[in-house]
């Protein structure tokens, strides 16, 4: 059975003369996947939230339905990565067609050091849910989620927000925060409350959306088709997502009435066309119809006094390459965190200003690579479009040298190297710089348990300690002692070269050269899975400075010694 929708009740708090009296710590506007996933990101420091949310149900329809190797491992550590895997379909790869020709066969990079598929389909709406089902199991109040809700009036003052809140019912109270994010989509109302605006391209091309049921064989990969014979002059792409529920993307010519365009008349006569080409049955119904025009646009800033800015209430990134949710479950990995650290006076306030670098960086790096897919699947100009139209004929004639040019550049993470904050590196021959996400692979975990890497990050800064034995030199132990002993939420993970019960063992040989490690390596990893810093062998005191200047919001000098 498709997904069963749940209307939620409309939350109103006990008011006092038309007040919630409870001053909240962080308020997020917006219940979808973004603020969803940040008030998780929230609960696993013990920081509360309280979520706003127009809507008495999850999203309907598929939406944004492809999630990346990262958002996985992000939703591991949310704790909702189970349900999203054992639900979702899994792929690696597409083929693209030019009219009726085989064109591109791609694979996404994946081997045999990652724990996740490179890419799995899943509804928006079950993805949401999946969220809330995670928000329920911890329980003590820590993600309340108010349905009904919209944020009408933002007001900041020097030390918080205050909120007016409108809710389905007509009622109306006021609500204060410390912090208030903005994860209210591309229509932001806080966004615009604050008079701001996305800067950046809207492109003219429009795509209609919709989800069919449809039971075939037919494998889950990246479908996409270039003036198909059924539908000429189109753009076409198809996805297989859970309960046999297709979902077809196609283009909209630029005459055509986008309201017009959506009337489930106007829309099916296409698919069944579609699918008669492609030998598919073509009896099928439409279970959700929407449209969609490719934007380029970003905020310059997603900090603002006490209001910060996550997902499409920040950035709009076209949906080529797969960068919408999966940018702005980044967006929360990295917000979480430093938001976290800042409430529980662990860090200054300055440390959520490198939010907003590294995270508009990673806007703009996802919107350079979406915008050169739209410009092929949609041509923006007549030169764009003879340009395409050269490639594709040029690879069906057997020109294989062209078809690297119709690659959809599926969406991978984003290095934060370069935006400031960072600590130093030795000159390591391979492994991650500073800035990057931890390269994946497999390890035997103490109790000689199978597991990856990421097995060892959780909730604090981690300390990789890479040894010959599993025994630390004793300054470096006596110095990662006193570190987990005090204030700042620090633990230490040591990998050994040879088994060993006291420590995780690089069984299969690959991690030490992976990251250029030998006996007496450290790295200093971010709680969002982000390289710090590394030494080959540090000295004493170093890891400690490191450990201060993260958690103050500052950057080290790249020193090679």
């Not at 919209?150 to 409108?166: C, H, K, Y």
Request: aromatic residues 8%.
């Amino acid at each position: 059975m498709y997904f069963d929708y749940v209307t939620h009740p409309v939350h109103l708090p006990e008011l006092t003369d038309g007040k919630d009296p409870v001053r909240h710590r962080v308020v997020i506007a917006g219940g979808g996947p973004t603020g969803l996933a940040l008030a998780l990101g929230l609960a696993r420091y013990g920081v509360p939230s309280v979520v706003l949310e127009s809507d008495r149900t999850v999203c309907v329809g598929s939406r944004a339905a492809c999630l990346s190797r990262r958002t996985l491992e992000i939703m591991e550590q949310f704790g909702a990565a189970d349900a999203y895997l054992a639900k979702g379909l899994a792929w690696t790869g597409g083929v693209s067609y030019y009219r009726d020709t085989e064109v591109l066969r791609f694979a996404m990079p994946h081997d045999e050091n990652q724990k996740f598929p490179p890419m799995i389909n899943l509804q928006q709406c079950y993805a949401e849910q999946y969220l809330l089902d995670a928000a329920d199991r911890y329980g003590d109040g820590l993600v309340e989620v108010r349905w009904g809700s919209r944020v009408e009036a933002v007001r900041q003052n020097p030390d918080g927000v205050d909120l007016e809140v409108r809710t389905d019912d007509g009622d109306t109270y006021t609500m204060t925060a410390d912090w208030l994010v903005g994860c209210d989509g591309a229509r932001s109302t806080v966004r615009e409350q604050l008079g701001l605006r996305l800067a950046g391209t809207a492109y003219e091309g429009r795509y209609v959306i919709v989800d069919v049921e449809l039971k075939t064989d037919r494998p889950a990969l990246r479908y996409a088709w270039f003036d198909p014979p059924s539908n000429p002059g189109s753009t076409l792409l198809m996805h297989r997502q859970p309960d046999d529920i297709w979902r077809l993307d196609y283009q909209l010519q630029p005459d055509e009435d986008p309201q017009e365009a959506v009337r489930p008349e106007n829309v099916m006569p296409r698919v069944h066309s579609h699918l008669r080409m492609i030998g598919e049955r073509d009896d099928v119904e439409p279970v959700w119809i929407s449209v969609y025009k490719a934007n380029a646009l970003t905020l310059d800033s997603y900090r603002h006094g006490r209001v910060l800015f996550a997902g499409d209430a920040a950035h709009l990134i076209p949906i080529f390459g797969v960068r919408g949710m999966n940018s702005a479950i980044d967006d929360t990995h990295n917000l979480a965190w430093k938001l976290a650290f800042v409430v529980s006076g662990h860090s200054p306030v300055e440390l959520l200003d490198t939010y907003s670098t590294e995270r508009v960086h990673a806007g703009r790096e996802n919107i350079r690579y979406a915008s050169k897919s739209t410009e092929f699947m949609a041509p923006p100009s007549f030169a764009f479009d003879t340009m395409r139209t050269a490639v594709l004929g040029l690879t069906a004639e057997g020109h294989t040298w062209a078809s690297s040019l119709i690659n959809p550049r599926q969406t991978q993470p984003i290095s934060y190297e370069g935006c400031g904050f960072t600590g130093p590196a030795d000159a390591f021959d391979d492994g991650p710089r500073p800035g990057d996400v931890l390269p994946e692979c497999p390890l035997t975990l103490p109790g000689d348990k199978e597991g990856h890497l990421t097995d060892l990050l959780g909730s604090r800064i981690t300390v990789l300690a890479f040894t010959a034995d599993g025994e630390l030199a004793p300054d470096l132990r006596a110095e990662l002692d006193a570190l987990a002993a005090g204030p700042v939420p620090l633990t230490t993970a040591v990998i050994s070269a040879a088994p060993t019960r006291i420590a995780s063992h690089d069984h299969t040989g690959r991690l030490f050269p992976l990251y250029g490690a030998q006996p007496g390596t450290v790295c200093l990893i971010r709680p969002d899975g982000h390289l710090y810093a590394r030494r080959q062998h540090p000295r004493p005191g170093e890891v400690r400075a490191w450990t201060e200047a993260m958690t103050a919001g500052r950057g080290i000098g790249r020193d090679t010694r």
